[in-house]
C-alpha cells in the first residue's frame, strides 16, 4: 500500500537553528498538508498546499514557516529559527482529491523535532 | 474556545463491547475527519464524511449535519483497536479553509 515518507524520524537542533523537515507524498496525490502536535496536545494543522502554492494556513504558520516541493517529488517544511516552543511532532499528509474515498488523506509517520 | 469536543476522554472497554466514540462541534464544516492516533505516533484516516454514514470493516461512522454531531462506533472491540481516536473537521473560512482537532478519545480494549 503506497505511503508517505518522512524523514528524519527524529531531529535534534538548538535554538536559533534552521530546520528542514522532509516529507514524499504519494505519487499520484495532489494536496500536501503539514501538521504538528505537540506533546501531550492536540493536532494543529498548519498548512496545505496544492498546485505549487500554499493553499490554508493557521495562525501558526508564520513567518518563520516555509513550505516548498523543489522537485516534483519531495514536500519540506523549513522553519528558519527554531524556538524552544517548536519542539513537536509534525506530521505530513497527502491526499488525491479532497473528499475522496472513505480515508481522504494519507499521514506519514511523522518527525518528533527537539529544539534545545 | 473548542471548535470540536469529543467524549468520552478516556474509555477502557472489554473485547468484544460495541464502542461508540462522540463529536460535537460549534461551526459550519464542509466535512469532518475520523482519525487513529497509534501508541507510536503515527496517524491513519479512518474516515471522511460530510453527510450520512460510512462502514469500513468493523467501524461505521455517522454525522448529523443539523444537529453538528458525529459518532464513531467500533463493533466487536479487539485489543488492536486500542489508540487514540481524533475527530477533525474542515471549515470554510474567509481566510481558505482550516482544520480543526478535537483533542481524541484514548481508548483501552482489554482482552
Known amino acids: 500500500e503506497p505511503e508517505v515518507t518522512q524523514t528524519p524520524s527524529h531531529q535534534v537542533t538548538q535554538m536559533g537553528q534552521e530546520v528542514i523537515l522532509r516529507c514524499v507524498p504519494i505519487?499520484?496525490?495532489?494536496?500536501f498538508y503539514w501538521y504538528r502536535q505537540i506533546l501531550g496536545q492536540k493536532v494543529e494543522f498548519l498548512v496545505s498546499f496544492y498546485n505549487n502554492e500554499i493553499s490554508e494556513k493557521s495562525e501558526i504558520f508564520d513567518d518563520q514557516f516555509s513550505v516548498e516541493r523543489p522537485d516534483g517529488s519531495n514536500f519540506t517544511l523549513k522553519i528558519r529559527s527554531t524556538k524552544l516552543e517548536d519542539s513537536a511532532m509534525y506530521f505530513c499528509a497527502s491526499s488525491h482529491i479532497i473528499g475522496q474515498g472513505n480515508y481522504g488523506y494519507t499521514f506519514g509517520s511523522g518527525t518528533r523535532l527537539t529544539v534545545v | 474556545k473548542n471548535e470540536v469536543e469529543q467524549s468520552p476522554q478516556n474509555l477502557t472497554a472489554q473485547e468484544g463491547e460495541f464502542i461508540t466514540i462522540n463529536c460535537s462541534y460549534s461551526v459550519g464544516i464542509s466535512a469532518l475527519h475520523w482519525l487513529q492516533q497509534h501508541p507510536g505516533g503515527g496517524i491513519v484516516s479512518l474516515f471522511m464524511l460530510s453527510s450520512g454514514k460510512k462502514k469500513h470493516g468493523r467501524l461505521i461512522a455517522t454525522i448529523n449535519i443539523q444537529e453538528k454531531h458525529s459518532s464513531l462506533h467500533i463493533t466487536a472491540s479487539h485489543p488492536r483497536d486500542s489508540a487514540v481516536y481524533i475527530c477533525?473537521?474542515?471549515?470554510?473560512?474567509?481566510?481558505?479553509?482550516?482544520?480543526?482537532f478535537g483533542t481524541g478519545t484514548s481508548l483501552t480494549v482489554i482482552p
Open positions: 505519487s499520484n496525490h495532489l494536496y
Open positions: 477533525a473537521v474542515r471549515v470554510q473560512s474567509r481566510d481558505g479553509n482550516q482544520f480543526y
